[in-house]
């Protein structure tokens, strides 16, 4: 169950082993920054290996039709196995955000559950987050890839000051 006195609490948040969970947004941006490496390092060795040509239509449908199909199957399976798999007193509560999946289900496959719906409480898997904001971060990726492979090094540069003012900027902003 949960914490059954508030106190315990308390001394929970002041361990040292908790400072993980408190600091998580660092790993989660350590998870964007792997994956925007990745995606520039294999870009940027196709478009040499293939002088600087590249579909990119096939660069967002190869991602697309990689993550979607499996994506769609965990939705399915939380709106109609995970409501079985539970029951007690506290079960709705647990289990909030499985009737927001038989409504909102396709904000998730286009993207986008990140900015709809605007209530935490209509979101359809919630924790899926991460990935509407990494496919997000893919589309606008040519922009970089496409800078470091015509400029290399002053692309690169001014991308990368470019992104810690976007990053600045929302940081104040917020």
């Known amino acids: ?28 941006d350590t998870f964007f920054f792997l994956s925007g490496l990745l995606v520039m390092f294999l870009t940027l060795k196709h478009l040499e290996g293939s002088g600087g040509s590249i579909k990119w239509y096939l660069f967002y449908l190869h991602r697309y039709l990689r993550l979607t ?19 007690g007193p506290m079960w ?53 890839i496409m800078a470091a492979y015509k400029f290399r090094t002053a692309g690169i540069s001014i991308t990368c000051g470019f992104m810690i003012l976007v990053g600045l900027i929302c940081n104040i902003a917020l």
């Open 1 to 28: 169950g949960g914490v059954e006195n508030m106190l315990d609490m308390l001394s929970i948040l002041k361990r040292i082993n908790f400072q993980f969970v408190l600091n998580g947004t660092f790993s989660v």
């Open 69 to 87: 199909p499996l994506y769609a199957f965990v939705i399915l399976a939380f709106v109609n196995v995970v409501p079985l798999l539970g029951s």
């Open 92 to 144: 709705s509560q647990v289990f909030a955000s499985g009737g927001a999946c038989t409504t909102k289900w396709w904000t998730n496959l286009l993207y986008i559950n990140n900015f709809y719906p605007d209530s935490i409480n209509d979101e359809c898997i919630g924790w899926s987050w991460y990935l509407a904001n990494d496919m997000q971060f893919f589309v606008i990726s040519p922009i970089v």
